[in-house]
């Protein structure tokens, strides 16, 4: 995520193909954002608990490695429970 404009609800994000596109969001999901992300402001936006694979059958691309910590990219599934999980935590 380059630029996130917490009022609007969306950010810029680049595309498989490389294109630029606006991802949007509603209200609470803005809140579970800012709270996930903290003040990370580049980089992948869901992380995996562990380092990505150095060597073998399991090794992520490049692109999906964060290059400070070394984590690869969380999968959809793993980030739409934790979003569930968060979601049900909220009053």
């Known amino acids: 995520m380059r630029t996130s404009l917490p009022k609007v609800r969306r950010a ?3 595309s498989k193909g490389g294109a630029f596109e606006y991802a949007h969001w509603a209200t609470a999901t803005a809140r579970l954002l800012l709270c996930l992300l ?3 402001t580049s980089g992948l936006m869901f992380l995996a608990d562990r380092r990505a694979p150095a060597s073998g059958p399991y090794v992520p691309a490049t692109d999906e490695i964060d290059p400070i910590t070394r984590r690869g990219c ?11 999980t968060a979601h049900d935590a909220t009053p």
Do not use: H, P
């Open 12 to 14: 810029r994000v680049v």
């Open 74 to 84: 969380q999968s959809y599934q793993r980030a739409e429970n934790l979003f569930k």
């Open 38 to 40: 903290a003040s990370r």
